[in-house]
T-cell receptor, first 111, second 111 residues
Framework: EAQVTQNPRYLITVTGKKLTVTCSQN?????MSWYRQDPGLGLRQIYY???????DKGDVPEGYKVSRKEKRNFPLILESPSPNQTSLYFC??????????FGPGTRLTVT | SQQGEEDPQALSIQEGENATMNCSYK?????LQWYRQNSGRGLVHLIL?????REKHSGRLRVTLDTSKKSSSLLITASRAADTASYFC???????????FGTGTSLTVIP
């Protein structure tokens, strides 16, 4: 089954404790992206990757890092999480510029 | 921010009626896509319309695009209770790399 998986689905952590949210897709898509969704703001793009070892900033990259060492994986790293990073996070993949397939989401709470 | 806006923010209709939601955006685009999101879940792609297209149909969905007005509309005909969800438009930048989502329309279809 074609899908995008994210782990963990729910995470509660404390300020400053580094965390990684994993994302994996099995559709051989070149393009992958991370978004955060906040009430009243819709989805905002954090980072995207056009292919292995090619990443670029989206609209709201501050406080986040990504890496793309393999085509199927695109982890999101928060080196020092802060409460304003509490949000619902989505990973997505696609053939470049076309319809995106979204993961189920990761609900992160930073206290 | 280059984020788009949907209008209305919320819409409530009776089953069988048509639902129309609008999207306005700010910059030139490669394509515009519409997505559906059921409460707190991942987004599901509905339809993509390219910048050189004016109208597109898919089942009960009809999308129009007016690039001169930087706006799009999504029409859902003969609505069903199962159509209850939030609907988002997303524009792809000219390069197809960056995506900007609108703030969403919450549709409620009353059985």
């Amino acid at each position: 089954e074609a899908q995008v998986t994210q782990n963990p689905r729910y995470l509660i952590t404390v300020t400053g404790k580094k965390l990684t949210v994993t994302c994996s897709q099995n559709m051989n898509h070149e393009y992958m992206s991370w978004y955060r969704q906040d009430p009243g703001l819709g989805l905002r793009q954090i980072y995207y990757s056009m292919n292995v070892e090619v990443t670029d900033k989206g609209d709201v990259p501050e406080g986040y890092k990504v890496s793309r060492k393999e085509k199927r994986n695109f982890p999101l790293i928060l080196e020092s999480p802060s409460p304003n990073q509490t949000s619902l996070y989505f990973c997505a993949s696609s053939l470049a510029g076309n319809e995106q397939y979204f993961g189920p989401g990761t609900r992160l709470t930073v206290t | 921010s280059q984020q788009g806006e949907e209008d209305p923010q919320a819409l409530s209709i009776q089953e069988g009626e048509n639902a129309t939601m609008n999207c306005s955006y700010k910059t030139s685009i490669n394509n515009l896509q519409w997505y559906r999101q059921n409460s707190g879940r991942g987004l599901v792609h509905l339809i993509l319309i390219r910048s050189n297209e004016r109208e597109k149909h898919s089942g009960r969905l009809r999308v129009t695009l007016d690039t001169s007005k930087k706006s799009s509309s999504l029409l859902i005909t003969a609505s069903r209770a199962a159509d209850t969800a939030s609907y988002f438009c997303a524009t792809a930048s000219n390069t197809g790399n960056q995506f900007y989502f609108g703030t969403g329309t919450s549709l409620t279809v009353i059985p």
